[in-house]
Nanobody
Framework: QVQLVESGGGLVQAGGSLRLSCAAS????????MGWFRQAPGKERVFVAT????????YYADSVKGRFTMARDNARNTVYLQMNSLKPEDTAVYYC?????????????????WGQGTQVTVSA
């Protein structure tokens, strides 16, 4: 049983930055890939970023590549999503998820545990 709690969302102007955090409890996440997904109102949840469990390889959706950076601190059982150069189309609820194994995965089916989400709103 793993609990994931996202934080750090809020309202920012276009071009601004936010850092999201995902704190895990109940079990260590060090051996598992972690992912970030987002869901805008009326749209499906889509992949944003993922980081592997041991080598810390990262993979990003084309829509955020070069603007977002994912990192992990296994000692704190926490992962982060640094979001720079934010655009209005980044507005969504952002979800953290723990994978089923150590490898990066852009598919939602590759993740077993999910957080409750944190709202990110980017104004024009």
């Amino acid at each position: 049983q793993v609990q994931l709690v996202e934080s750090g969302g809020g309202l920012v102007q276009a071009g601004g930055s936010l850092r999201l955090s995902c704190a895990a409890s109940g079990s260590t996440i060090s051996n598992y890939a972690m992912g970030w997904f987002r869901q805008a109102p009326g749209k499906e949840r889509v992949f944003v970023a993922t980081i592997s469990g041991s080598t810390r390889n990262t993979y990003y959706a084309d829509s955020v590549k070069g603007r977002f950076t994912m990192a992990r601190d296994n000692a704190r059982n926490t992962v982060y999503l640094q979001m720079n150069s934010l655009k209005p189309e980044d507005t969504a609820v952002y979800y953290c998820a723990r994978g089923r194994g150590p490898f990066v995965d852009c598919s939602q089916s590759g993740y077993r545990y999910w957080g409750q989400g944190t709202q990110v709103t980017v104004s024009a």
